[in-house]
């Protein structure tokens, strides 16, 4: 049935009304368990001193937010200002070396910020995998790559080459394995677009532009080289009307972002809470599901704010970079779920679609399913909780396609297209409520522990069976019908804005 079905506005109205009021009722019971906890033995080591006209402690669960934005804050906004005033500079100056300057400063950053030994390693691996490129074999691309990834993620290869890393500060594991996996994959995008190229090769200059340009060097996104190379060497450097105003908004956004979490950290644990289980045992059903959500709603925040200061500045430099992922509650199927538009993008490009072809199949998706989770996995980094939570993301999108298949043959295509399309959208919807609990149940685990997602599911589905369960679905239910209202509204406008453009 095709997105545009409507319903009646004072049904909206009622979805509306119950979801706010589930939210609220369910927040409430997190709020009061992080008051009631706040002083918990188990909790002092994250929980700890916050700001001090709220009176409260802090959620500080999260190290990396923390780092980034108190310990670590001025030099991240140092290196990345010298970035922006290096590029409007040099751009004004020399627009057509302008990437050559990218270059050279991302190099003096990386090594400035890391050492000369990582700086080589990284130089080495480029060297590797932009010799085999030559080749133009894609089978040797993808295996010299993915060997190249196994020597950063995986014992006791990780180790040694982590110790060309000179000094020691809180965020040096996390930028040697992000600048390195990253590279990584960059230099794989490179290589398999040069055996695509139909004359001669590209330079090894060309890899060194695209690798260390430092916005996208440690965090990503990841933007494949063909889009790159073609967008950094534009040389019209003007803007569309109102773009500067526009980079203006997204710039001031992830700081009124990174404000809002603070103080929410203040009054909600939900970070700190999962990791005892005796007080999650005592929460509500609706409040261990608040506490699951909020989680992934939380990491999608961190990933839209790490993305939307990264992008602004690429934005500053005329690309177009990959967008902040979509919102996890305007989720509800497993083909749009991910964290990381660039690496979804990279996987969708080089392997999801390349074996998947239409997505028709349902032996060459599950082959290409199963192909895109193994090389997720590699990327993640090979442990048990990994492996978990690929299996289970490959067997939801996979199920996903079969019941969407079956439904197809008859009689239920037939029994489809005789109901109305209000009566299609609200049963659509049900099976949507069920996908959105199997979505973040499947992700939970990875972003807490298999012991706090097991923890939830049994508390949904089993103890509070029948009453929670059916009403947790119903509530999601309510908020899956406001995803396609949404949906609805956006399918409107682009029909309307395809309208002015044919007349």
Same mark, same amino acid.
């Given at each position: ?11 909206? =109205?009622?979805?509306? !009304? /119950? *979801? ?6 369910? $927040?409430?019971? @997190?709020?009061? %368990? ?80 890391? =050492?000369?030994?990582? !700086? /080589? *390693? ?6 590797? $995998?932009?010799? @085999?490129?030559? %080749? ?97 060497? @534009? ?269």
């Amino acid at each position: 049935m095709g997105v545009k079905a409507a319903l009646p506005p004072y049904e909206l =109205g009622f979805y509306a !009304l /119950m *979801l706010t009021c589930a939210l609220v009722y369910s $927040l409430n019971d @997190i709020f009061v %368990a992080s008051r009631d906890n706040m002083n918990r033995k188990s909790f002092r080591e994250n929980v700890r001193s916050g700001w001090h006209y709220f009176g409260r402690k802090m959620d500080v669960a999260d190290f990396e937010w923390v780092m980034w934005f108190s310990t670590f804050r001025n030099y991240i906004i140092f290196i990345l200002s010298g970035h922006v005033l290096f590029a409007k500079i040099f751009s004004m100056l020399v627009p057509q070396h302008r990437s050559l300057v990218y270059m050279v400063y991302g190099v003096l950053a990386v090594r400035g910020i890391m =050492g000369n030994s990582y !700086l /080589m *390693l990284i130089l080495s691996h480029c060297v590797v $995998l932009y010799s @085999i490129s030559l %080749a133009k074999k894609r089978w040797l691309c993808f295996t010299a790559g993915f060997c190249s990834l196994i020597t950063f993620k995986v014992e006791p290869f990780n180790t040694w080459q982590n110790g060309f890393v000179t000094g020691t500060f809180d965020l040096q594991d996390v930028l040697f394995y992000g600048g390195s996996g990253f590279t990584i994959m960059r230099c794989m995008s490179f290589a398999l677009e040069n055996c695509e190229k139909k004359s001669g090769n590209y330079s090894p200059l060309e890899l060194l532009k695209y690798n260390f340009y430092l916005p996208f060097f440690f965090f990503g996104p990841i933007m494949t080289f063909d889009r790159f190379h073609t967008q950094i060497n @534009i040389g019209d450097l003007s803007r569309k009307e109102k773009e500067m105003w526009d980079i203006q908004v997204r710039a001031v956004v992830p700081l009124g972002v990174i404000i809002l979490v603070d103080v929410l950290f203040h009054f909600f644990y939900i970070l700190t809470i999962p990791s005892d289980l005796k007080v999650v045992n005592r929460l509500s059903d609706w409040a261990v599901a608040g506490l699951a959500y909020s989680n992934l709603v939380y990491d999608w925040i961190k990933a839209a704010v790490m993305f939307g200061v990264i992008n602004t500045i690429s934005r500053l430099d005329h690309l177009d970079p990959p967008q902040p992922p979509k919102c996890i509650t305007m989720l509800y199927v497993f083909a749009e779920t991910h964290f990381d538009r660039g690496i979804n993008d990279w996987l969708c490009k080089y392997v999801y679609d390349f074996l998947g072809e239409n997505h028709d199949d349902i032996m060459k998706e599950l082959m290409a399913t199963v192909s895109t989770f193994a090389v997720t996995t590699l990327w993640l980094g090979p442990c048990k909780i990994v492996y978990i939570w690929s299996f289970c993301n490959c067997f939801g999108l996979n199920f996903e396609l079969w019941v969407q298949k079956f439904f197809q043959m008859e009689p239920f295509a037939g029994m489809e297209a005789k109901m109305p399309e209000a009566i299609s959208r609200r049963i659509r919807s049900l099976f949507g409520a069920a996908n959105f609990w199997a979505i973040i149940l499947y992700n939970v685990l990875s972003l807490n522990s298999l012991d706090f997602a097991l923890l939830v599911a049994k508390r949904i589905f089993i103890t509070g069976f029948p009453i929670s369960t059916l009403s947790i679905w119903f509530v999601t239910y309510c908020g899956v019908q406001m995803i396609k209202e949404k949906e609805r509204a956006l399918a409107i406008e682009e029909e309307k804005a395809e309208k002015q453009k044919t007349d």
